[in-house]
């Protein structure tokens, strides 16, 4: 018969340390994203209007809002769904769901005004949850023995 060393309460807290990690880490991309979603919405139009020229150079709307919630819906999914298993709280499951059906209805409206109010209410909405959850996790954390 084998004689396995046995775990460590060391052993246990590192590796849960490493799980909160991954949770933190993507509540942060969760935040870069959705800010970046706001500054491409909110910078693309004012940059258009005030410098024509330079709106050949700037994302195209038609693969930018597409690629941003298609990297923003597993970022987001995956960071609130971790979070709320850790800590049971659904408020910023609940804010990030909102925010991410609003984006992806900006992204079916079309080049206007409404795209533009729709993704950048979502994306707030999304750096909100990613927030809470970031905090919630963080106050946990310091909870553990």
């Known amino acids: 018969m084998t004689n396995w060393p046995k775990r460590t309460g060391d052993e246990d807290r590192l590796q849960e340390a490493h799980g909160k990690a ?7 991309w969760g935040m ?12 693309l139009p ?17 693969w930018a809002h597409p690629v941003l919630l298609g ?5 987001t999914g995956i960071a609130l769904l971790r979070g709320y298993l850790r800590h049971r709280l659904v408020r910023p499951a609940i804010l990030g769901a909102i925010g991410l059906a609003l984006i ?36 946990t954390q ?4």
């Open 22 to 28: 991954a949770i933190s880490g993507l509540d942060r």
């Open 32 to 43: 870069i994203i959705s800010g970046i979603c706001v500054i491409h919405c909110l910078a």
């Open 46 to 62: 004012i940059a258009t209007a005030l410098l024509p020229f330079l709106a050949l150079g700037l994302p195209l709307e038609e």
């Open 71 to 75: 990297i923003a819906l597993p970022v």
């Open 104 to 139: 992806a209805l900006g992204t079916l409206v079309g080049n206007d005004l409404k795209e533009t109010l729709f993704t950048v209410m979502g994306a707030s909405l999304v750096v909100v949850a990613h927030f809470l959850n970031w905090k919630r996790h963080h106050e």
């Open 142 to 145: 310091d909870m553990v023995p």
